[in-house]
């Protein structure tokens, strides 16, 4: 059924009930035709309006019978109308997403929205970085879409859903699914599809782990081995574990490059601390990592600058580097 016949089909059965009605009390009652047609539409909308004329029991009976039909005619198009109403935003915003979704570039892509998941996508919207959900549960994404990131169903180990999303002009994907097995899968595909691209995975054993690098991830996480060593270092250094919790720093990687204003100033020249309350805790020029960082070194096109901030302070000291 086609979407204006969804509407028209109701119409026209409202149309006919009224028809039948009119007539019936034409002959029923002996009505004039107006009188019929009046008293089936009074019957219908239920306004509270008295009968035209005395009613027999054959006549109230068919009054029963016009308002059962009335009223499941009109509920029919009410519920039709609303639903392609609804119908059509829903549409008009999927449009929106898909279009959104085709220009974006140098995106992040998240593979399951299951705790990790979420934990990741918050990070990267606090960052106001574009990135999409991939998840093969449709109440996921929908609780993505809710939360006003892009997400789509499908499976993250294929390559079409991949593709979808983005993969060969996204920066950087997190293979963050609930098996070693599935996780291979999304790295392989994934850097068969952009082998620039920037691969985190978790695994949930060594083995895991091992095979999921050698398929071309660069990052890989064992979650209750980061878990502990986490622990660890609550216990063992509470209050450094608690500065970055407490006041929101955390570390950001800035890559200059080439037009970045940045390029030929040195650190002492910026002033990023005084400026900005960021700190550059290291350079990376190539296989070098330059720590601590000469404040009188001139900036390269290609340095990778480690800076340690707040996520505000960091977001603008980042756009000023671009």
Known sequence: MGKASKVLYPIALMVIVVAVGTLGYVLIEDMRPFEAFY????TIS?????????????????????????????????TRIFGAVVEREFLQIFRMRRIRMRRMKEHFIVCGFGRMGRKAAEFLAKS?????????????????????????????????????????????LAALLDSDHANLYVVLNAKSLNPRLFV????????????????????VILPFEWAGMRIGRFLVQPVVSEFLDVYQMRIEEIVLREGSPFVGRSLKDLSLS???GVYVIAIVRGDEVILPPDPD?????????????KTENLKEVEGLAA
């Open 46 to 78: 239920t306004v509270g309006f008295g009968e035209v004329k005395p009613l027999s029991d054959v006549g109230r009976a068919w009054t029963i019978l016009v308002i059962l039909f009335g009223w499941g005619t009109i509920s029919v198009l009410i």
């Open 128 to 172: 106001g970085r574009d990135f999409v959900v991939i998840d093969v549960k449709g109440d996921r994404v929908q609780a993505a879409l809710e939360m006003g990131y892009n997400a789509i169903e499908g499976d993250a180990t294929e390559e079409e859903t991949l593709k979808r999303a983005g993969v060969d002009r996204a920066k950087g």
């Open 200 to 219: 985190v995975a978790t695994a949930l054993t060594e083995k895991g782990g091992r095979l999921i690098r050698k398929a071309g991830a660069d990052r």
């Open 39 to 42: 008293m089936t539409v009074i």
């Open 297 to 309: 070194l001139p900036l390269k096109e290609g340095d990778v600058l480690l800076v340690i901030g």
């Open 274 to 276: 005084r400026r900005y």
